[in-house]
């Protein structure tokens, strides 16, 4: 009876906590359906996944040869070379994501908040342009670039530690001495690990765009974003919280799609002699860059919802 009496009473003040919460901090409306979704499979996918990737790495260190490493190029280990795979990596992810910006914030308004960009006749979702147009005319155009301090410099970061990582767990688990499906395992898993070292210094910069995209008002600046996050819920909480599990089951499933299939597609063509080296890599890039964009879209809602 004593063990009722308290339940009753938590699920009492269960309400009121949380009415509480809502009024000191908006919060990114969601389906609860999808919410209770996440809260149940994120956990269990991600113990699945881990032990995976480690049991499979530990198969693939095993089975290399001692020489692998000298076979495929101890080159790509030398600091030089991983310091212009870091380079060109956070040059390219800063880049090609800062210039998006204006399309993730629509995508962000689209998912955050979808009963809010409708025709105001036939009650109709708004596509992507149109919603642009609405944000523009709502909030002026500035809307469309917010965040973008925080996209620049957080891909910028987890460019360069995802491609410099990549390419050093590609030579230690000795990717150019196999063929068939262990060289594929080996891409995998190499893209696995990468993105999860980098997605770590990646979260809190994409907590901080999120909140300034679905709540302009939340703070002044990223910064300012950050220290009253970090200020409401403390470091961990307010920097990761729940986003570090969405973030990673979009960025290690994007990267993973990303990098192998880019490095399959550009082997495949690159044999046809009548295609130049950069329309095999362009080739390449639009296939992965589509592959990727797909797979890692719901990990992508998944991330606005967290």
Request: proline letters at 5%; hydrophobic letters at 45%; glycine letters at 8%.
């Amino acid at each position: 009876a004593a063990i009722g009496m308290s339940r009753a009473r938590r699920r009492a003040r269960e309400p009121v906590a949380l009415g509480a919460l809502a009024a000191a901090e908006p919060a990114l409306r969601c389906p609860s359906c999808l919410s209770d979704a996440v809260g149940r499979w994120l956990p269990a996918a991600r113990r699945r996944l881990w032990l995976v990737v480690t049991a499979l790495s530990v198969l693939l260190l095993r089975i290399a040869p001692a020489s692998a490493a000298g076979a495929v190029g101890v080159d790509a280990l030398c600091p030089h070379t991983l310091f212009k795979f870091l380079v060109c990596g956070g040059m390219g992810c800063c880049i090609s994501h800062a210039a998006a910006t204006p399309l993730d914030v629509v995508k962000t308004r689209l998912q955050s908040d979808p009963e809010r960009y409708r025709h105001s006749v036939t009650g109709e979702k708004l596509g992507t342009l149109a919603t642009g147009l609405q944000i523009a005319r709502e909030e002026g155009s500035g809307m469309l670039i917010q965040g973008l301090t925080t996209t620049f410099i957080g891909y910028g970061v987890q460019g360069s530690l995802k491609y410099s990582i990549w390419e050093m767990f590609k030579v230690l688990l000795g990717f150019s001495h196999y063929t068939g499906a262990p060289r594929v395992l080996a891409l995998v898993t190499a893209a696995f690990f990468a993105e999860v070292i980098a997605s770590m210094f990646l979260c809190p910069f994409e907590r901080v765009r999120v909140r300034l995209v679905a709540d302009p008002n939340f703070a002044s600046g990223p910064v300012s974003a950050m220290l009253r996050m970090v200020r409401l819920a403390g470091f961990r909480k307010g920097l990761y919280g729940d986003g570090l599990k969405a973030t990673l089951v979009k960025q290690v499933s994007y990267t993973i799609a990303k990098l192998t299939t880019f490095t399959l597609c550009f082997e495949a063509i690159s044999g046809i002699p009548e295609l130049p080296r950069t329309v095999v890599t362009l080739l390449s890039s639009l296939v992965a860059g589509f592959v990727s964009s797909v797979l890692s879209q719901p990990g992508d809602t998944l991330q606005v919802c967290a």
